[in-house]
């Protein structure tokens, strides 16, 4: 009092302008970078196939996951409803097809970017693509996982930009956390958690483990949350030649899930060797892929294949596939 009061705003001097859709998300808008959404679309509630947690749909005759943001999206109060002048482009809940790939090569250091790594991101509604003046967001607040700066509508409004990488980074790492948390809570006694593996405590032999053979990573992580909360432990292969090499290093598996079209070598071929080499014949074979065609069938069968699905694939019929080609195979 009798002094007065000084005020100084920081304006920000860098600005840049990007093509954004327009989303909206439990009320509140979010703005997505374009270049790493190739294709928006309508999956009907039946189409969507709900397995160990997750969700999957398929398109292009690939199963994809399926992550519905308003999961995800929480607020810890009351938020007022956003909208526009304008009507909603799509007004019912969308699903954004992101190339991981292109979403990636902002930030390599959070995944390796691979082809035809896609994913599926569910929001409540859609309101158009704009151009937008974009700007990084100062000061000591720090942004919530998942976001990279602010979008400025034509209008004024400010709203959240939405970075792909960094978003799908941290569910993946939630979805982690929580599958961890899941199998020490359902294994172990709470004061014996961080103390000793299950096997070492229970007594009992150690879990079997199952080789997962694809050239899709998100094929890959959606199938060992499905086969790891059913008890079993995971290995990974990228092909048909990395799974040869793996096995041929001295990994032990009980059961190997193999696609049949990948680089290097494709799942005939690794059929073909893993018949012929006498150490590994006995190891039952599912093959898991796309092609539901009755010759590609034939094929894998006559080659040595244990069991054919395609997909989409029914999870309770995989895993019962699963244990009882497991029964069978000697000790």
Same mark, same amino acid.
């Given at each position: 009092?009798?002094?007065?009061?000084?005020?100084?705003?920081?304006?920000?001097?860098?600005?840049?302008?990007?093509?954004?859709?327009?989303?909206?998300?439990?009320?509140?808008?979010?703005?997505?970078?374009?270049?790493?959404?190739?294709?928006?679309?309508?999956?009907?509630?039946?189409?969507?196939?709900?397995?160990?947690?997750?969700?999957?749909?398929?398109?292009?005759?690939?199963?994809?996951?399926?992550?519905?943001?308003?999961?995800w999206l929480k607020f810890q109060?009351?938020?007022?409803? &956003? !909208?526009?002048?304008? @009507?909603? %482009?799509? $007004?019912?809940?969308?699903?954004?097809? *992101?190339?991981?790939?292109? +979403?990636?090569?902002?930030?390599?250091?959070?995944?390796?970017?691979?082809?035809?790594?896609?994913?599926?991101?569910?929001?409540?509604?859609?309101?158009?693509?704009?151009?937008?003046?974009?700007?990084?967001?100062?000061?000591?607040?720090?942004?919530?996982?998942?976001?990279?700066?602010?979008?400025?509508?034509?209008?004024?409004?400010?709203?959240?930009?939405?970075?792909?990488?960094?978003?799908?980074?941290?569910?993946?790492?939630?979805?982690?956390?929580?599958?961890?948390?899941?199998?020490?809570?359902?294994?172990?006694?709470?004061?014996?958690?961080?103390?000793?593996?299950?096997?070492?405590?229970?007594?009992?032999?150690?879990?079997?483990?199952?080789?997962?053979?694809?050239?899709?990573?998100?094929?890959?992580?959606?199938?060992?949350?499905?086969? &790891? !909360?059913?008890?079993? @432990?995971? %290995?990974? $292969?990228?092909?048909?030649?990395?799974? *040869?090499?793996?096995?041929? +290093?001295?990994?032990?598996?009980?059961?190997?899930?193999?696609?049949?079209?990948?680089?290097?070598?494709?799942?005939?071929?690794?059929?073909?060797?893993?018949?012929?080499?006498?150490?590994?014949?006995?190891?039952?074979?599912?093959?898991?892929?796309?092609?539901?065609?009755?010759?590609?069938?034939?094929?894998?069968?006559?080659?040595?294949?244990?069991?054919?699905?395609?997909?989409?694939?029914?999870?309770?019929?995989?895993?019962?596939?699963?244990?009882?080609?497991?029964q069978l195979t000697p000790a």
């Amino acid at each position: 009092a009798g002094v007065g009061t000084t005020f100084t705003l920081s304006v920000p001097f860098t600005l840049s302008v990007a093509r954004v859709l327009i989303a909206e998300c439990r009320g509140m808008l979010l703005a997505f970078p374009t270049d790493a959404i190739a294709e928006i679309t309508v999956v009907p509630p039946e189409q969507v196939i709900a397995t160990a947690g997750n969700q999957a749909f398929s398109w292009n005759g690939s199963m994809v996951q399926l992550i519905q943001l308003s999961q995800w999206l929480k607020f810890q109060r009351p938020y007022p409803v &956003e !909208r526009l002048d304008n @009507q909603a %482009a799509i $007004a019912v809940p969308t699903v954004l097809l *992101i190339n991981q790939a292109n +979403a990636n090569q902002a930030n390599a250091n959070h995944a390796n970017s691979s082809a035809d790594q896609w994913l599926g991101l569910q929001v409540d509604c859609c309101w158009g693509e704009q151009e937008v003046a974009i700007r990084q967001v100062e000061g000591g607040l720090p942004l919530p996982p998942g976001f990279s700066g602010c979008a400025i509508l034509g209008d004024g409004r400010v709203v959240p930009l939405v970075s792909f990488t960094d978003l799908l980074y941290w569910i993946a790492s939630c979805e982690r956390s929580q599958l961890e948390s899941l199998r020490t809570t359902a294994f172990l006694p709470t004061h014996l958690a961080q103390s000793a593996p299950p096997a070492a405590l229970s007594g009992q032999p150690r879990q079997p483990t199952v080789l997962i053979v694809d050239d899709s990573i998100n094929v890959r992580r959606f199938l060992a949350l499905t086969l &790891e !909360r059913a008890g079993y @432990q995971v %290995a990974q $292969a990228k092909d048909g030649q990395d799974a *040869i090499d793996r096995l041929s +290093a001295g990994l032990a598996v009980q059961a190997v899930i193999c696609d049949i079209e990948m680089p290097r070598l494709d799942g005939y071929g690794f059929l073909t060797q893993i018949r012929s080499t006498p150490k590994f014949r006995a190891i039952p074979v599912a093959m898991l892929t796309s092609r539901s065609g009755e010759k590609h069938r034939h094929l894998a069968m006559s080659l040595g294949a244990s069991a054919y699905f395609s997909k989409p694939y029914n999870e309770q019929m995989l895993l019962q596939t699963l244990e009882s080609l497991m029964q069978l195979t000697p000790a």
